[in-house]
């Protein structure tokens, strides 16, 4: 049994009771750092609210972070004001590696937290287990629905021995990487379970070849629908994925 993380309902988080859940993946907007893009913020989640979903999860990499405490203030600021605020949605936020500020005596601060005081649609949910001492963790907390079970962070590479057990369908939603993959690692494990992971592209400008998007997140009795959209329109290369429940 996994002692690291607490468990809980994702439908409990989400407020939805139904036979479906449907939410949006975001990633590394890195506010405060060159590639910042309000606009673009702002374009994906009017795609987002346009496809009926209000419960966004984003990934980590809120913030560019490293900073100095006078560009925290500004940067948080930004957050604040700029950041897009849909009527009725809500962003679910786990810490990246650039979430953070260099306080005095070289300590550590989560930038999450401070926004998070000032704008009630901004949630974090970054899980309080202690897995490197003197680090921000970068994982949420395990959320399970019927006999799914997920994971979302930051960064991890291929690791989710630690959503997976005997019967269930485990998936890893990871930010970090920039770029929309998705790893059946099912034949990896020595358990009776489905195990994918799904990388997220980033929602900040983008400078190599693959396209800044989101991810469309659709879960019923049947199937999972894993659903990269590009916000290029020249690159449109995430081709949908469907995973079959039974």
Known sequence: MNTLYEEKSLSKLLD?????????????T???????????????????????IENIIHLGDFFEGYCNIKQWKLDIEKAIKYYPNIPDARTFIVSGFHDKYIYKNKQRKCMIDEVCKYRSDLINITSKAILNPGYLNVNSDIYTWENI????????????????TNNDICLTFSGHYHEFKLFDRSSWNDLNSGEYVIHSPALRLNVVNTPAGFIIVEITEEFIDINPISLEKDKEIYVKQKIYRS
């Open 16 to 28: 939805c009771n139904s036979d479906t859940i449907r939410f949006a993946i975001v990633s590394d």
């Open 30 to 52: 890195h506010i405060g750092g060159k590639l910042e893009s309000f606009e673009q913020y702002e374009k994906a989640y009017e795609l987002i609210s346009k496809h009926g």
């Open 149 to 164: 079970r997920m994971l979302f962070r930051h960064w991890g590479k291929f690791e989710t021995r630690a959503v997976s």
